[in-house]
């Protein structure tokens, strides 16, 4: 069993619809992070947090540490925000372990 | 861009060849990590180096031999390698290495081995 799992593994939506991408995981962590990976390979650093709630532009991450879970949500979604969503969390012991991804496809 | 670029961006080579991947930050970053990403499998962290010297090696063979000459500088040298190593393969850096840190990636390099 994965240390870190994703729900679900693909999701398509229709433009504009509000988006929820979960994360659980089983490890004490030091950090959380979400990751987006664009058809191509690369990633781009979405958010890092350890506790409470951050935001940016459409983009809004939670987490509660004592269930162990962490949401992404996209608000007013669009078609460039397809790609693949990776939760990842940071161990004090400087272990790093991923999920394996949410696909997530924007139909316009 | 991240600030981190990698090359090449594709590569095919036969399990009797040697290549160098090669990736290079322009962060002024002390930490470099080398992840491997095969298809429907989580990223793996295959080796971390912090202000030049390896700190990490999750148990990846030996047909993979990482460089780091400085700190901007990561290279992953592959010789003999198996079909089965063929993915995508990151590149990394963070300024401290912490594990509190962001993570800036780059491109990566897709990887075929025949």
């Known amino acids: 069993k994965n240390e870190v799992e994703q729900s679900p593994q693909n999701l398509t939506a229709q433009e504009g619809e509000f988006i929820t991408i979960n994360c659980s995981y089983s490890?004490?962590?030091?950090?959380l992070h979400w990751l987006q990976q664009h058809p191509g390979g690369g990633i781009v650093s979405l958010f890092m947090l350890s506790s409470g709630k951050k935001k940016h532009g459409r983009l809004i991450a939670t987490i509660n540490i004592q269930e162990k879970h962490s949401s992404l949500h996209i608000t007013a979604s669009h078609p460039r925000d397809s790609a693949v969503y990776i939760c990842?969390?940071?161990?004090?012991?400087?272990?790093?372990?991923f999920g394996t991804g949410t696909s997530l496809t924007v139909i316009p | 861009e991240t600030g981190v670029t990698q090359t090449p961006r594709h590569l095919v080579m036969g399990m009797t060849n040697k290549k160098s991947l090669k990736c290079e930050q322009h962060?002024?970053?002390?930490?470099m990590y080398w992840y491997k990403q095969s298809a429907k499998k989580p990223l793996e962290l295959m080796f971390v180096y912090n202000f030049k010297e390896q700190t990490e090696n999750n148990s990846v063979p030996s047909r993979f031999s990482p460089e780091c000459p400085n700190s901007s500088h990561l290279f992953l040298h592959l010789h003999t390698l198996q079909p089965e190593d063929s993915a995508l393969y990151l590149c990394?850096?963070?300024?401290?290495?912490?594990?509190?840190?962001?993570?800036?990636f780059g491109p990566g390099t897709r990887l075929l081995v025949l």
């Open positions: 990394a850096s963070s300024q401290e290495g912490t594990p509190q840190e962001t993570q800036y």
């Open positions: 490890v004490g962590i030091s950090a």
């Open positions: 990842a969390v940071s161990t004090t012991g400087n272990q790093f372990y």
């Open positions: 962060l002024g970053h002390n930490a």
